[in-house]
Nanobody, 114 residues
Framework: VQLVESGGGLVQAGGSLRLSCAAS????????MGWYRQVPGKQRELVAA???????NYVDSVKGRFTISRDNFKNAVYLQMNSLKPEDTAVYYC?????????WGQGTQVTVSS
């Protein structure tokens, strides 16, 4: 099983980034997909998730700015991040889970400068 994130980087406040996560080795359509983030010294937090049927949920701090989507043909999940703020700086992790399994990517750094 592999979850490979890409798209992180350095951006100025107010800018945008699009994170991608390519999944392999899993029955992608049977997994809920999520993006989490973590900063040093803090717990990893859920940023956004999308269910197998396409339902989405977001942490309050990113509502209206971030959009999660999935492409079941490409086995990929995306996180479009707009109006980025310095407090969005973190390592972002892709997650795939169902009732039996829970998988993580290696993470991609997002840094937002003020």
């Amino acid at each position: 099983v592999q979850l490979v994130e890409s798209g992180g980087g350095l951006v100025q406040a107010g800018g945008s980034l699009r994170l991608s996560c390519a999944a392999s080795g899993i029955g992608f359509t049977f997994y809920s997909m999520g993006w989490y983030r973590q900063v040093p010294g803090k717990q990893r937090e859920l940023v956004a998730a999308i269910g197998t049927g396409g339902s989405t949920n977001y942490v309050d701090s990113v509502k209206g700015r971030f959009t999660i989507s999935r492409d079941n043909f490409k086995n990929a999940v995306y996180l479009q991040m707009n109006s980025l703020k310095p407090e969005d700086t973190a390592v972002y992790y892709c997650n795939a889970r169902n009732s039996l399994y829970n998988y993580w990517g290696q993470g991609t750094q997002v840094t937002v400068s003020s």
